[in-house]
């Protein structure tokens, strides 16, 4: 458990230190995912508890944007005049774009034998 | 009442009170998410910011006080993405299956999601200033401000648009892919991380691996396409 944490924050550091160096449009944490992904990929050894660890933290992600959630809710009057239109287009824009994916997704997976299709012979 | 005055001065003072109640409101709202089966509606995290919310209303307590003690949940966000890897690993044989879906998946979508809100803001006459904030607003909070101060958008209008975005995003995306009649949880997590980034994501694990692990990808590939996107579409968009 310990060992897992340590990891997660060492990769992290790392995202930072890359995104930060190269100045590379993306989050620290998202480069720090990308390492922990490729350390899993080349099988190096983890420590044990990493499954465990990672399923726990992720059981409650919701949780982790109250915060800044709230923080939101003490600046609603940047809103202003424009408040009502402003949700108005997040609403449509949000359903639209959910849409789009969604859709696209699932077309193309049929177009190629995507998701749905029979796993292919063992590559590995 | 001078006790719990004196209690409560002592109390608000340390990072304890205010990291407890962002743990209990979340707890709560958790609750309440479940006794409604899980309707997406009762978003938890939507519950739990308003009951904070009227906590810190009715105490008058300032921002910087509250998140001196809750920055230690908002601190774990970095770590919690990192963990996303794990479920990515697992799932891979499905991810590299559907990568050519994905990819389609990616641009449309992030296309869709910069100009029908850039399109929506103009349509209803909205300042400047709003329909610039609103361009970046399905990329994650961090990105979504990256590409705001580069556009020349007011970045606290842009983190509030986008946190808008997830919980509208893990609110709608249920019922509107079962309306849909998409039944293909690769797609519909993909979709739900895509357009409303971690609020999504974690919308996406509570209905199941899978869906999350889409999410988490999606996630991270649109922060990426939306900070390329924004700055190229923009100039075409504006009138």
Sequence with gaps: MLHAIVLLLVCQLAGETLAHFLSLPLPGPVIGMVLLLAALMLRLPLPQAMGDTADGILRHLSMLFVPAGVGVVQQLDLLGAEGGRLLVVVVLSTVIALAVTALTFTWVAKLVGGTEAPPEEKAE | ???????????????????????????????????????????????????VSVLLLASKTTFPAYFAGAQFVHFLLGPATVALAVPLYRHLPEVKRALIPMLSALILGSVAAICSAVLLAEYLDLGRAATLALAPKSSTAAIAMGIGEKIGANPALVAMLTIMTGITGAIVVTPLMNLLRL???????????????????ARAFQVNSLAGTFAGIALGLNGLVTAILVPLLLPLLLR
């Design chain 2, 1 to 51: 009442m001078t006790r719990f005055v004196d209690l409560w001065v002592y109390l608000s003072g340390t990072p304890l009170l205010w990291l407890t109640v962002t743990l209990v409101a979340y707890v709560a709202a958790d609750a309440i998410s479940a006794a409604l089966y899980r309707n997406p509606i009762a978003n938890p995290v939507l519950i739990a910011i308003l009951l």
């Design chain 2, 183 to 201: 039944k293909n949880y690769a797609a519909r997590g993909f979709a739900a991380g895509l357009v409303s980034h971690g609020i999504g994501t």
